[in-house]
């Protein structure tokens, strides 16, 4: 365990570009909705959807988005 790890909070270690996912995720958009967004590919978009996931210690989008709007994560709410 990295010193001060323990206390920090979850979704804090988000990429730019999970945040960036995670925002149009809390818009709405499915992860192919999300792919043609950001011009990647489907499983490049379900990647990082998982890691948002298992970053935020959430099992599914619904939690996620609700987890990002209470903790404003994401800017433009």
Known sequence: ????????????????????????MVEGLSNPEIAKSLTISRSTARAHVSNILSKLGVSNRAEAISYAIQHRLVTGL
């Open 1 to 24: 365990l990295i010193l001060g790890e323990k206390n920090k909070r979850p979704g804090s270690d988000l990429t730019s570009r999970e945040r960036e996912v995670l925002s149009l």
